[in-house]
């Protein structure tokens, strides 16, 4: 599932007909991942390129985005969001993540309005997570199932800027009668005014680690 679609694209850029519809297809793939990385999305795994779409993660304690609240060890924060699912949590100090250490899905409830806290229980035989960095694993999945409309319309303006700028790459400007159009002779990979569009939806550890 890509971020949008080629027929939503071609319905809102200027100039695009239906023969443009591999080309925008091509582009949306393009955009997906420079999107992702910038809102501060990580690689689901080695090989795979950051997304905004639904996948699977196993990460740890002390990754960019995965912290415990030191004055409340029953509080993990993760990242990316939203989460729709955790597999399982493992800790171990030893950091070997064997079949032992992992923690009762009994002992812990997710919350936050992204599902990205998840909070051992007042009862739970858990009791706490350990501090030290790295001694606990979390493989869940997160990302979204159903792209939000800001999103998407984001998303739309950077296909739109890339659509317009394959015929102008290179160029300082444009003369059309009487108006002079300037460009970027190395355009930014996303415009300023879709890095504001996209602004919401960047992870807090985007901003820290910039």
Do not use: C
């Not at 992992?102 to 936050?112: H, M, N, P, T, W």
């Not at 003369?175 to 807090?204: C, H, N, Q, W």
């Amino acid at each position: 599932m890509a971020l949008i679609t080629a027929i939503e694209a071609r319905n809102n850029i200027k100039g695009a007909v239906g023969a443009d519809d591999t080309l925008l297809a091509v582009l949306i793939g393009y955009a997906g991942p420079i999107i992702a990385s910038y809102l501060g999305y990580p690689p689901a795994s080695a090989s795979a390129a950051p997304t905004l779409e639904s996948a699977s993660y196993t990460r740890r304690s002390g990754d960019p985005g995965v912290f415990l609240d030191d004055e409340d060890t029953t509080r993990l924060y993760l990242e990316p969001y939203p989460i729709t699912a955790i597999a399982s949590i493992r800790e171990d100090e030893t950091q070997v993540f064997a079949s032992s250490s992992v923690v009762a899905s009994a002992d812990y409830e997710q919350r936050g309005s992204r599902g990205q806290i998840v909070r051992l229980k007042p009862l739970s035989a858990h009791g706490s997570f350990t501090l030290d960095r790295g001694s606990i694993q979390i493989a869940f999945t997160a990302g979204y199932t159903t792209v939000p409309d800001a999103l998407k319309w984001a998303t739309i303006q950077y296909v739109a800027y890339m659509f317009g700028q394959r015929t102008r790459r290179g160029m300082r400007s444009v003369s059309e009668g009487a108006m002079t159009t300037a460009y970027d002779a190395a355009p930014l990979p996303i415009p300023p005014e879709v890095k504001r569009l996209l602004s919401p939806f960047r992870l807090a550890s985007a901003y820290i680690h910039a």
